[in-house]
């Protein structure tokens, strides 16, 4: 076992406290303007700017800094076609009544439906995906930790990197998603987390009043 070696920190930031009191307000005035967004423009979005979203997703806290994730971006048309035929194939039986009474009841406030037209219109699509072996370094087959918490944060780190430049986003999650494997290239061994949507809203994009609905602060933290 190789003893653990430390670097310096030199880059945390600290501010006053008022200014950190503001530097935290600011910032929730601007989460809360991010909407899971299903009326997507097919305006096109610089491939660079997606990838420095991802830059900032891989700096993702992850078990034993194994970086758990894999992000294949389908940004080819026809791919975004197969995306869609095959997610809406498991969407319709979703609908159909796999899904149960009670989950359709839930969804129904949403709107949502079997039809998933913005998985073409939408200029990017990222499929997440989770690997259950790895390691730091590429090419490496150690057992990952974590897994699930460690691609959760990612993805949430991955959300907010694309509101903050200026992108809608939907998390999608057809079940099941092996097909992703098959479309993306990706091993038996990868399972796939969630299909990230993102691109512009359309000009006439709406939201569900229901999922502006947030629990205040008050139902979700507790102090000891």
């Not at 970086?67 to 319709?92: N, T």
Request: charged letters at 25%; a neutral charge.
């Amino acid at each position: 076992m190789q003893p653990a070696d430390h670097l310096p920190l030199t880059d945390f930031r600290e501010y006053p406290q008022d200014g950190m009191r503001a530097r935290a307000e600011a910032f929730y005035r601007e989460i809360r303007r991010r909407h899971s967004l299903r009326d997507f423009s097919d305006r096109p979005v610089p491939r660079g700017i997606i990838e420095h979203c991802l830059r900032a997703a891989g700096t993702a806290p992850s078990g034993a800094n194994h970086q758990p994730w894999h992000f294949a971006v389908i940004g080819d048309p026809a791919v975004k076609a197969l995306v869609r035929e095959k997610a809406e194939a498991e969407e319709r039986a979703f609908y159909g009544g796999k899904a149960g009474a009670a989950w359709l009841e839930a969804l129904a406030p949403l709107g949502t439906d079997a039809e998933k037209p913005f998985l073409e219109t939408a200029p990017w699509l990222i499929a997440i995906f989770a690997q259950r072996r790895g390691g730091p370094e590429a090419g490496m087959d150690l057992k990952n930790y974590y897994v699930s918490e460690s691609v959760g944060i990612a993805t949430g780190f991955l959300i907010c990197a694309l509101h903050h430049a200026g992108l809608a986003t939907l998390t999608h999650t057809p079940k099941p998603m092996g097909f992703l494997n098959e479309v993306c290239g990706r091993p038996e061994s990868e399972r796939p987390f969630v299909l990230l949507v993102t691109g512009y809203p359309a000009a006439d994009a709406t939201i569900p009043r229901h999922a502006t609905v947030k629990k205040p602060l008050e139902e979700i933290t507790s102090f000891l």
